[in-house]
């Protein structure tokens, strides 16, 4: 399975959207908006803010292991 490494996160808030890379060794617990300096945090039950606002999943849950 390949893992896909890019993911477009969309802020809640305005509705900015940027495509960033995941990394690969570590959750992304924070994110800063570039739009509007909302800073983000995963949703309950999330592990990272790709899980919560992104298009694609991080690649630990894309290959089915535990995040963090």
């Given at each position: 399975m390949k893992v896909i490494l890019k993911s477009t996160i969309t802020?809640?808030?305005?509705?900015?959207?940027?495509?960033?890379?995941?990394?690969?060794?570590?959750?992304?617990?924070?994110?800063?908006?570039e739009n509007c300096k909302t800073v983000l945090k995963p949703k309950e039950g999330d592990c990272c803010v790709f899980c919560s606002y992104?298009?694609?999943a991080c690649p630990p849950i894309q290959q089915n292991k535990k995040c963090c």
């Amino acid at each position: 399975m390949k893992v896909i490494l890019k993911s477009t996160i969309t802020c809640p808030v305005c509705g900015y959207e940027k495509e960033e890379t995941m990394p690969t060794e570590a959750c992304q617990f924070f994110y800063e908006c570039e739009n509007c300096k909302t800073v983000l945090k995963p949703k309950e039950g999330d592990c990272c803010v790709f899980c919560s606002y992104g298009n694609v999943a991080c690649p630990p849950i894309q290959q089915n292991k535990k995040c963090c």
